[in-house]
């Protein structure tokens, strides 16, 4: 068990499966890009374990509050460190988080975006701790996102060679 | 003639003039941005073959259908290509797609935003093959864009030293 | 003196101080994450010299006219400086400008982006030239941005070696 697994086993922490398609559909990209010691991730959206979207869907400062808001960043955290995981083989491969775009689906006049993305920075922090885990990011109020999916992360990690 | 360029001609696909802009403006940015074996792009909309805006404009979901919100992401793509191709010299010269942002004008509601920049990432396939072609990507939908273009996208390709 | 510093001076400018947050909060995030020689800056707002955040807040096409959006931008640069400045000890380390990703808090039917974010643009390249100062650009409509703030802008630099 790698240093970083083991650290998700003390949060209580287990990554989810990966997104589920409706039947019939393929995603025509990766949720992964490695390019030498670059790792990009795509999109993700918050994910329950066995892959499939999870509820609440809509914008933030209507259908959820900032509370859950928040919940919904860190359910994409732990996709995002799913697909990671299932790309690099092990999360140990990550020497540094370089940069996260947080994007939260926002209702009129909902200006707290910074808060709902602490949830998935908070996570990186808890888990990487603040040397590996520091990221410089934005946190910007988007007009929709797919499926009305209420947070959608970008980003990128820089991983050791195989 | 490049692999890439016979395969552009093979699918019947020109490349587009550069953006025209109102006479006597100027740009204040590339379109391109080399740096070492990095190429990053600006954010492009979709033209036509002379470099002028191509209609329809609006948001997707009200003024454009999904499908015309799919052509414009082809045509922005066949606009990227023209200005990574007028940069590098050569479009041989990628080695390798690295990440995309593709925003989406969307009206209230829309929430099929992959849908629409699938027509980016289907032509990038379709030219550059699953290896080379590969890209990790958002697809998110934006209050407005630039003179009400319905698509916009930036990002990153590696390239081979010239 | 730094070349960039005296060029600063000459122009009249001075750097704010770091964004002063509300009493008793922590930004869990750094303002820019150095990794090899790429210094990845994140979404920055408009600020006063004292590092609080600039008047007028709101949308621009709104509470804000285009002008006052240029103006909004360029003060995102002068913060943007700032940060560098602090992380990298001299703008002189700076050895290009790579990408910004400029943000701008619109009103329904606002399209004129790049006007807004012309104010960072110019900016960068009145201090740092259009050699090392040219970067590529996207300039687009957000639905809302953290507390009210017009604009947000985040990018990357490269750097030499300290």
Same mark, same amino acid.
């Given at each position: 068990?790698? !240093?970083?697994?083991?650290?998700?086993?003390?949060?209580?922490?287990?990554?989810?499966?990966?997104?589920?398609?409706?039947?019939?559909?393929? *995603?025509? &990209?990766?949720?992964?890009?490695? +390019?030498?010691?670059?790792?990009?991730?795509?999109?993700?959206?918050?994910?329950?374990?066995?892959?499939?979207?999870?509820?609440?869907?809509?914008?933030?400062?209507?259908?959820?509050?900032?509370?859950?808001?928040?919940? !919904?960043?860190?359910?994409?955290?732990? !996709?995002?460190?799913?697909?990671?995981?299932?790309?690099?083989?092990? *999360?140990?491969? +990550?020497?540094?988080?370089?940069? $996260?775009?947080?994007? =939260?689906?926002?209702?009129?006049? &909902?200006?707290?975006?910074?808060?709902? $993305?602490?949830?998935?920075?908070?996570? $990186? *922090?808890?888990?990487?701790?603040?040397?590996?885990?520091?990221?410089?990011?934005?946190?910007?109020?988007?007009?929709?996102?797919?499926?009305? $999916?209420?947070?959608? +992360?970008?980003?990128? =990690?820089?991983?050791?060679?195989?």
């Amino acid at each position: 068990m790698s !240093a970083v697994d083991r650290r998700l086993a003390q949060l209580g922490l287990a990554l989810p499966e990966p997104l589920k398609m409706p039947p019939g559909t393929q *995603l025509p &990209f990766p949720w992964v890009r490695v +390019i030498g010691q670059r790792a990009r991730f795509s999109g993700h959206g918050p994910t329950l374990a066995d892959g499939s979207v999870a509820a609440p869907l809509g914008k933030v400062g209507a259908q959820l509050t900032v509370e859950q808001g928040y919940a !919904a960043a860190r359910l994409t955290g732990l !996709a995002v460190l799913g697909s990671l995981h299932r790309e690099l083989g092990s *999360l140990d491969r +990550i020497e540094a988080w370089v940069h $996260i775009l947080g994007m =939260v689906n926002s209702a009129p006049g &909902f200006d707290r975006q910074p808060s709902v $993305i602490n949830g998935f920075t908070d996570l $990186i *922090l808890e888990v990487f701790g603040p040397q590996v885990g520091a990221h410089a990011r934005s946190a910007v109020g988007m007009a929709e996102l797919p499926f009305g $999916i209420p947070v959608e +992360i970008e980003g990128e =990690v820089l991983v050791r060679p195989d």
